[in-house]
């Protein structure tokens, strides 16, 4: 590993309960992955790695086993630590875009800036910035259900990148959109993120995604193994 690592996965574990009985999902886990480093994630449906990711991102607790971002035990923190450390550190691009409806296009990717407490200014100029790194530098006051997917996730990606997160967590996105609209959404997203140096892990069932990336992970039976070392 060239740069040191950003994010250290010690020993993870997790059940879920089910009728009575608990279902292992996660179990034991380990995983450094290093700062610009980008990590794709594979595996069959209901392997458990939307669960990991939203570990990762401090929503949801395991119960066992460390997770440690930028030298933060992320389970060790308050509530409150933990909401800020998310606010600060790390961006989420979703299957389904999850914009707000009612939000123009500059208004969902100011959110988390206003959330960190930039000044209206401050935002107005990185809205716009990042908006011409996605090419919809013209769409500003257009509202999510006026945009194509492929849009609405170029909106999305730029809205988890705008704060300048240590680390973003992409879980499937480019599984609602067409194969070609996919490919244009992995251009972006990795290249924007080798532009800004932010360390990248990307939930995919697509190999050819996953060959983007610089390391491909699979989860299988609730631990993580290597598929070879690719570059891009
Ligand atoms: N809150 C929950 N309670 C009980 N079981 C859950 C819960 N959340 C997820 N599961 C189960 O845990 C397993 C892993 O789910 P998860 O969504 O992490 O898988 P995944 O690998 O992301 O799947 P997919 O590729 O289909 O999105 C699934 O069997 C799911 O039904």
């Not at 107005?124 to 500003?140: E, Q």
């Not at 973003?168 to 993120?193: K, Q």
Request: glycine share 10%; proline share 4%; net charge negative.
């Amino acid at each position: 590993m060239q740069n040191k690592p950003l994010l250290v996965i010690e020993e993870l574990y997790h059940s879920y309960q089910e009728g009575g009985d608990s279902r292992p999902i996660l179990n034991g886990i380990n995983l450094q992955v290093a700062e610009h480093e980008c990590i794709a994630l594979l595996g069959r449906s209901g392997s458990g790695k939307s669960t990991l990711l939203n570990m990762l991102a401090g929503i949801d607790t395991p119960q066992q086993g460390c997770i440690n971002i930028m030298g933060q035990a992320i389970h060790d923190l308050s509530e409150r630590e933990r909401t800020l450390l998310r606010r600060r550190h790390i961006g989420f691009v979703y299957q389904f875009f999850n914009l707000i409806p009612t939000l123009t296009v500059a208004e969902n990717i100011g959110l988390p800036l206003e959330l960190n407490g930039h000044k209206e200014r401050e935002i107005k100029k990185l809205v716009g910035l990042i908006l011409s790194d996605i090419g919809l530098g013209n769409r500003w006051n257009a509202y999510p259900d006026q945009l194509s997917g492929g849009e609405q996730q170029r909106i999305a990606i730029a809205r988890a990148l705008v704060h300048n997160p240590a680390i973003v967590l992409a879980d499937e996105p480019t599984g609602n959109l067409d194969a070609e609209t996919g490919e244009h959404i992995m251009r972006i997203l990795l290249g924007l993120s080798k532009q800004l140096k932010r360390t990248l892990i990307i939930v995919t069932h697509s190999l050819e995604v996953a060959e983007k990336a610089d390391r491909i992970l699979t989860l299988n039976d609730g631990t993580l193994s290597t598929h070879g070392d690719p570059h891009w």
